[in-house]
């Protein structure tokens, strides 16, 4: 990895595939479950944060009991991952990740979905090629993404941090990326509103394109083929 290289890591759930709506439809599904009423997109980008259960607190101001969190967390993954397979690719990405290994520098994929879940979900998008390495959570789903973000660095070899840039839509991402040393640039695509993504003091853009444009500059990327990120 020379002095001007640079890697990007990709959220995957509403950065890389465009899964919002899914994610609605499990959310009401899993509030049903529970006696809550429906929330709306709009409401849920103003208050959606991880750890999930946290959310749920600001949604319903009180954490929920076990026994709530058990029934919908297994409700939202079992109605999410069936309508996650019709999900898209967010606009651009299948070019983006193409553009960006044609350029002589290094991705890989960081997300709290199910790791066993994920890989086989990346691969029937074709986009497993771009990537070093892909890691998805093992173990609960009630967790943050700092400490398994800063495992992920560890894992590329020869990749040091501030030559890293983190590209999610929500505020955990940003939040994981500091606490590993790496940048972070945040996309409105996803889970969180705009001005929620903003106090987290870091760039926010509107598309995947700004996001890669943006991550090769602060990175210092200089293409080894002479093309533009």
Known sequence: MGKN??????????????????????????????????????????LYCVPVPRFYERLIGRLPTEEEWQVMDATFHRYYWVMAENAGLALGAKQLLADWQAAGFTQSLCSLAPHDLLVPLVRTHGIEQHFVRVDGRIGESNTGKAAQMVSHLAALEGVPPEQVVVIGDAADDAIAAAHAGAHAVLYTGGSHSRASLEAAGVPVVDTLTEAAELAGRMAGARPSNGSVV
């Not at 759930?13 to 899964?19: A, E, K, P, V, Y």
């Not at 049903?32 to 429906?38: A, D, K, M, S, V």
């Open 5 to 46: 290289a640079a890697h990007i890591v990709w959220d995957w759930n509403g950065t890389l595939l465009h899964d919002i709506d899914a994610v609605i439809a499990a959310t009401n599904a899993s509030f049903e479950e529970i006696g809550l009423p429906p929330i709306t997109l709009e409401r849920y980008r103003e």
